[in-house]
């Protein structure tokens, strides 16, 4: 199997506080995982790439400083809100690959953020 | 860069009909081609992929896709709808050796009896 877990499944914040979603791979190693943004009714853009033990690589137009990522294992990257404010709303979705080239990607069941 | 147009944002069915839902692909290289359905309130569950090989590609809750490469589409089929089968379904592009998806906008498919 290949089963991506989130956490947590939703949340909600005051304005200005920061949110840390967790990605987790159960029952495979991954090697790369990805962070997604979806907007209600719309597809899903790609946030940023994390590669176990370096630097996340932003998409244009992604904030490197306001959504932090880490990948620390081979199992677990988060993503941190910082300072969130109302327009940070959104649904989260993490997915992870087993490795570099052909392999599929495993989504997570997603966060949904709400920021008041 | 590669992108994907997903023709109809919403497909109305009836329960027991067939259905096809339309995808069209744009890239200079070879790619790898995904569809993916989402339910409500949920993350996305790979239906089926094609990597190479066989261009009819048969997947999970009997759906099925086939690669057509002069008309760079990947179009998804059923030929009997459920009720369960309500979701949003994603088609998305990879380029060969890599793993970063590009996503169409999505299809609605709204099954009602």
């Known amino acids: 199997g290949a089963v991506v877990s989130q956490h947590p499944s939703r949340v909600i914040c005051k304005s200005g506080t920061s949110v840390k979603i967790e990605c987790r791979s159960l029952?495979?190693?991954?090697?790369?995982m990805f962070w997604y943004r979806q907007f209600p009714k719309q597809s899903l853009m790609l946030m940023a790439t994390?590669?176990?033990?370096?630097?996340?690589?932003?998409e244009q137009g992604v904030e490197k400083d306001k959504f932090l990522i880490n990948h620390a294992s081979l199992t677990l990257s988060t993503l941190t809100v910082t300072s969130a404010h109302p327009e940070d709303s959104s649904f989260y979705i993490c997915?992870?690959?087993?490795?570099?080239?052909?392999?599929?990607?495993?989504f997570g069941p997603g966060t949904r953020l709400t920021v008041l | 860069a590669q992108s994907v147009t997903q023709l109809d944002s919403q497909v109305p069915v009836f329960e027991e009909a067939p259905v096809e839902l339309r995808c069209n692909y744009s890239?200079?290289?070879?790619?790898?081609l995904f569809w993916y359905v989402q339910y409500p309130n949920q993350g996305l569950q790979l239906l089926l992929k094609?990597?190479?090989?066989?261009?009819l590609v048969k997947g999970i809750n009997g759906f099925e896709a086939e690669f057509n490469k002069s008309q760079t589409s990947f179009h998804l089929r059923k030929p009997s709808v459920h009720i369960s089968d309500t979701a949003e379904y994603f088609c998305?592009?990879?380029?060969?050796?890599?793993?970063?998806?590009?996503f169409g906008k999505g299809t609605m498919l709204l099954v009602s009896p």
């Open positions: 890239s200079s290289v070879s790619v790898y």
């Open positions: 094609y990597l190479s090989g066989s261009t």
């Open positions: 997915s992870a690959g087993k490795g570099t080239g052909t392999d599929t990607q495993y």
């Open positions: 998305a592009v990879s380029l060969t050796g890599y793993s970063t998806l590009t």
């Open positions: 994390s590669n176990e033990g370096s630097k996340a690589t932003y």
């Open positions: 029952d495979f190693q991954a090697t790369t």
